[in-house]
């Protein structure tokens, strides 16, 4: 069973530019979620992603948006960059389910990161 | 609206003591604990999570968390630490919703 995997490792990108970050859950999973972790700081929930659907959203400007695909791989683009989008993005996979109290339940396990540096 | 706060940025200790990192939270509904540990330039590896149950908790590696209701906690002890377990533990909460709340993190330092 492989773990999540994300791509690149590190990036440098300038002010003003496009990039996309991209992440392959765990075998069996069918949710990812995005985080940004500032240096020195807790991540930051931007979204999550359940069959293809943005489930919830954290408070990020429209200009990150991602994508899940059929085999629940995910992509998170960001657009216009600015220097403080500088920072470790991490994707976390889960399975996702509503149990019976209403509650939406997963335990997310997270992959290595990319390193975003924002010239 | 909930938030985690851990109340100690920095906590140096020896090899072989006990060691404790608090966490509070507040949230008005019932919620899900966590612990994940982030080696340096590595991800976040989940290290032990509270969903029901016992409220005491295990990880595999001597690490416990006990959920406490009515103090809103989920402090992380663990009785002897390693130089290994030298990392930055982050707590972290959730609810209802779909996102992991997470606290700023506590940097463990374990030296000889």
């Known amino acids: 069973e492989t773990g999540v995997t994300q791509s690149p490792t590190h990036l440098i990108k300038t002010r003003g530019q496009q990039v996309t970050l991209r992440c392959s859950s765990q075998?069996?999973?069918?949710?990812v979620s995005w985080y940004q972790q500032a240096l020195g700081q807790g991540p930051q929930f931007i979204f999550q992603?359940?069959?293809?659907?943005?489930?919830g959203r954290g408070n990020f400007p429209p200009r990150f948006s991602g994508l899940q695909f059929p085999n629940y791989s995910s992509e998170l683009n960001v657009n216009a960059l600015e220097l403080d989008d500088s920072a470790l993005y991490l994707c976390?996979?889960?399975?996702?389910?509503?149990?019976?109290?209403?509650?939406?339940?997963?335990?997310?396990?997270f992959g290595p990161g990319t390193r975003l540096t924002v010239l | 609206a909930q938030s985690v706060t851990q109340l100690d940025s920095q906590v140096p200790v020896f090899e072989e003591a006990p060691v404790e990192l608090r966490c509070n939270y507040s949230?008005?509904?019932?919620?899900?604990l966590f612990w994940y540990v982030q080696y340096p330039n590595q991800g976040l590896q989940l290290l032990l999570k509270?969903?029901?149950?016992?409220?005491l908790v295990e990880s595999i590696n001597g690490f416990e968390a006990e959920f406490n209701k009515s103090q809103t906690s989920f402090h992380l002890r663990k009785p002897s630490v390693h130089i290994s377990d030298t990392a930055e533990y982050f707590c972290?909460?959730?609810?209802?919703?779909?996102?992991?709340?997470f606290g700023k993190g506590t940097s463990l330092l374990v030296t000889p």
């Open positions: 992603y359940y069959r293809e659907e943005e489930n």
């Open positions: 976390a996979s889960s399975y996702g389910f509503k149990g019976t109290s209403g509650k939406w339940t997963d335990t997310q396990y």
């Open positions: 972290a909460v959730k609810n209802s919703g779909y996102a992991l709340n």
């Open positions: 509270y969903l029901s149950g016992s409220t």
């Open positions: 075998s069996g999973h069918n949710t």
């Open positions: 949230s008005s509904v019932s919620v899900y």
